[in-house]
């Protein structure tokens, strides 16, 4: 049989007499969010593509919060979103970027100074527009001039090749920004950090929280914070990879390519070396450096503020980015030992009970079953050993099986859902600034468990989109908000029920990840990526050998062509392809029962020809890491 080309397309054969509601509400979901952003630039945006803001910035802190706003647009035009959207992305970022040039908080378009896990955020928007459309010189050339800001022998600074050290927990165009916040030369003491606790546990006569009430205390924390968490390196710095792997997947430079290895090999190192994924080291390249000694205690590290939430987010960032950038899956293990660590220190109990640092996020995601009894994990580690305990990082778990494919990574989610004390198939209705936390209905779903879940996820998914469109009606318009989540919080594009759906691929990694996803779409007709119109896709099965996927066309009237292809960079192969029967489908006449098989085949996407009204259900067996990842590679199937 002819292996499956351009030019021998497969074609749907079975004809669908009664739309799949899934399908609708998919294509509903599309129409929704684009109507509703198409409002939200109108009342809160300029002509040039700012948004309505009038104040001043005083602290080192706001860029990631502007450009968050936008962050995932480019991401629904990658889905299928309409023709104008990546237009209108661009002008955003170019007219965010101006707006906070002219505040002071940027160096030639790019962060002035500031954490790598608040960078990480706000670069996502970047990121998606590099992806969408690797053939803008313009933004290609950005993003080399970016990424060089970290390579040794750049002006800036940032990098030490001789030590592997990023030399600050602020880095950017202007270089190593020491310190911290100018604002936190006295730490405050008031009740929105609390639950955070102290920065430092090793001064004297600061023991606990309430010591804080004592401004000389006050003083001395903040004057060691800006000491201590204001020089060296942080593990949240493994964000920088997807900065410069970025470029590498645009470029091909390969001296971009080697300090992505370079550096992430660098904390595998100190990692084996500890038995734990260090948070901190200091200037002359030594753990523990400004810490007595200790792995812990670093900026964004496993005591303070977040723990396991950012290190376990930076070392899967900074694995993924180094499987990309040389395919050897043994990269992961970056990545493994945070999870592992923390769940060989895992209890049972109540989630309620637990003084979680983290609660607000539980309380949308697990609504009522906060009170049950579950497995839980540390978050963090002090002096005093492993506190903090709260339900595991599911986002984490799922994106390390998602890109490795590996079995054990794969029992790890298996053995998490055994020690689990509520039911993974409920899909709560909530979409929090990550726009995750709907892994375990996800999951259940692969795993033939939970089948309402693609219609369930898709009602809250329209649900939330109709939310945001009322509430931007009740605030009315235009505004000048002085609260710099204002934007965020109605932002109407939600991408987490279509990455999930139409990819078979989690949420991206909010804190710097790239979307590595398992499938991409193309239309040829109107030669861009993306789901053509009318057309619907739902990923029935994704594991190690490859992805199930079905796809609709809605359309009374006109036929769709659609390009299915391996690996969001062009990274996966396909191998082989079988046409199923679709038995749950009401169809007329029935569908083939003829399995097709393309053996011994071995290419980067497949074309599909959906005449109206028909559907198709494919088996791709898929050879993960099977070509050099690259934005080009990913474009030349379209």
Not at 105 to 120: A, I, K, P, S, T
Not at 249 to 270: K, Q, S
Not at 418 to 430: E, I, K, L, M, N
Request: hydrophobic share 40%.
């Amino acid at each position: 049989m002819t292996p499956p080309s351009f030019e021998s397309p497969l074609v749907a054969t079975a004809i669908t007499t009664e739309p799949p509601r899934w399908a609708v509400l998919q294509r509903q979901l599309f129409d929704g969010m684009d109507e509703a952003r198409r409002e939200f630039t109108a009342r809160y945006t300029t002509g040039d593509g700012r948004l309505k803001f009038s104040y001043g910035l005083n602290s080192r802190d706001g860029v990631d919060d502007f450009y968050e706003s936008f962050f995932n647009w480019p991401t629904l035009y990658l889905l299928g979103g309409a023709d104008d959207l990546l237009d209108s992305a661009k002008q955003h970022w170019r007219g965010v970027t101006a707006q906070l040039t002219e505040l002071g908080m940027l160096v030639e378009e790019f962060e002035r100074g500031y954490d790598w896990f608040h960078q990480g955020e706000s670069l996502l928007l970047f990121f998606g527009l590099c992806a969408a459309d690797p053939d803008d010189q313009e933004f290609a050339d950005r993003a080399d001039r970016f990424a060089r800001l970290y390579l040794p022998g750049s002006p800036s600074g940032n990098y030490n090749p001789g030590r592997r050290i990023i030399r600050a927990p602020h880095t950017g165009a202007g270089g190593p920004r020491w310190g911290l916040d100018e604002g936190w030369t006295t730490y405050r003491h008031d009740s929105s950090m609390r639950h955070w606790g102290l920065p430092l546990h090793d001064l004297p006569g600061i023991a606990s929280w309430d010591d804080l009430a004592d401004p000389a205390n006050a003083r001395r924390m903040g004057a060691a914070m800006q000491d201590r968490l204001g020089r060296g390196d942080t593990v949240v710095n493994l964000a920088a990879t997807s900065l410069v792997t970025n470029a590498w997947l645009l470029t091909g430079a390969d001296d971009l390519r080697r300090w992505v290895l370079d550096y992430t090999d660098a904390w595998r190192e100190r990692m084996s070396a500890a038995g734990v994924l260090p948070d901190n080291v200091g200037p002359s390249g030594a753990v523990g450096e400004l810490h007595g000694g200790a792995w812990y205690g670093g900026n964004y590290g496993w005591t303070w503020p977040h723990g396991l939430h950012s290190v376990g987010a930076a070392a899967l960032v900074g694995a993924m980015n180094a499987v990309l950038a040389d395919g050897d899956p043994g990269r992961f293990d970056l990545a493994r030992n945070p999870l592992d660590v923390t769940w060989a220190q895992a209890k049972r109990g109540v989630i309620a009970d637990e003084p979680m640092s983290l609660r607000g996020i539980w309380e949308s995601h697990l609504g009522a079953d906060l009170a049950a009894e579950s497995v839980l994990v540390p978050n963090r580690y002090g002096p005093n050993g492993w506190f903090d305990y709260q339900p595991p990082p599911m986002p984490f778990a799922t994106w390390l099986w998602h890109a490795s494919g590996e079995r054990q990574d794969a029992q790890r989610i298996a053995d998490i859902h055994a020690a689990s004390g509520y039911d993974w198939r409920t899909v709560r209705p909530f979409r929090d600034k990550m726009e995750s936390g709907h892994e375990e209905p996800w999951l259940e779903y692969l795993a033939g468990r939970n089948p309402a879940f693609p219609e369930r996820m898709l009602e809250v998914a329209i649900a939330e989109v109709e939310r945001r469109a009322q509430l931007m009606d009740t605030l009315g318009g235009p505004s000048d908000p002085g609260e710099l989540h204002f934007w965020q919080q109605l932002n109407p594009v939600l991408t987490e029920a279509l990455l999930q759906l139409t990819t078979g691929t989690p949420q991206v990694l909010y804190n710097g990840g790239l979307l590595a996803g398992r499938l991409r779409y193309y239309d040829p007709d109107r030669t861009r990526p993306g789901l053509p119109p009318d057309v619907a896709a739902l990923v029935t099965r994704v594991d190690g050998d490859g992805v199930g996927v079905r796809l609709v066309n809605l359309s009374a009237g006109r036929a769709r062509r659609v390009v299915v292809a391996a690996g969001a960079f062009g990274e996966h192969r396909i191998t082989a392809v079988g046409i199923e029967p679709d038995p749950g489908a009401a169809t007329a006449p029935e569908p083939s029962r003829t399995r097709q098989d393309y053996s011994g085949t071995d290419v980067p996407a497949i074309e599909v020809v959906l005449p109206p009204r028909h559907h198709i259900l494919l088996d791709l067996t898929v050879r993960l890491r099977a070509a050099r990842a690259s934005h080009q590679s990913a474009r030349t199937v379209c």
